[in-house]
């Protein structure tokens, strides 16, 4: 008897361990963090690199950064920091189409003031602001993580739109990266 209720608690105890083991079993597509790189940016004159964590099989927070390192190519944004949550309406875990609602901290050329000649300007000081604003795209993703994605989102300047020349925000990619 004490043979067959050790043997017993032998296997409930495998079996308790077995139960304890990742859930994801090495698929990517239930990995539950990616990091991502606009590739679009660069041809506005930027960088944009981005990280997400996924709540479950539909709904994930993430959060982009967005730094202007040549103003030729973009003459009013200077940088913006951008967390988000997106629903996934895909059947695969987190991908496919999604919508998305953003908030953005902004940093903005400030208002051209014109002189009498109108030929010469003067920039006012930057302006910081917050924005808030909803997308909509598409991800894919690959057996091995690799991650593509598109995305375009609107959103409009809520406390200083009056000091700049701006009162919208646009958000555009077409990223790459990679889900671990």
Not at 86 to 100: C, L, M
Not at 145 to 167: I, M, P, S, W
């Amino acid at each position: 008897m004490k043979k067959n209720f050790l043997l017993l608690i032998i296997l409930c105890a495998f079996y308790s361990v077995k139960a304890q083991s990742n859930e994801n079993n090495g698929d990517s597509y239930v990995k539950k963090n990616e990091i991502k790189l606009n590739l679009f940016s660069p041809l506005m004159g930027a960088i944009e690199v981005g990280y997400e964590r996924f709540l479950n099989k539909n709904s994930s927070l993430g959060i982009s950064a967005f730094k202007v390192y040549s103003h030729s190519a973009n003459e009013d944004m200077n940088y913006y920091i951008s967390p988000y949550y997106r629903y996934y309406f895909g059947k695969k875990y987190v991908s496919g189409f999604f919508v998305e609602g953003f908030g953005m901290l902004t940093s903005i050329d400030g208002k051209q003031i014109y002189t009498a000649d109108k030929t010469m300007f003067t920039e006012g000081k930057d302006v910081y602001d917050l924005a808030l604003g909803a997308g909509l795209g598409w991800k894919l993703v690959t057996k091995k993580g690799l991650v593509f994605e598109a995305n375009a989102g609107y959103g409009r300047l809520v406390f200083n739109a009056d000091k700049t020349d701006h009162d919208q925000v646009v958000k555009l990619g077409l990223s790459m990266g990679y889900r671990f």
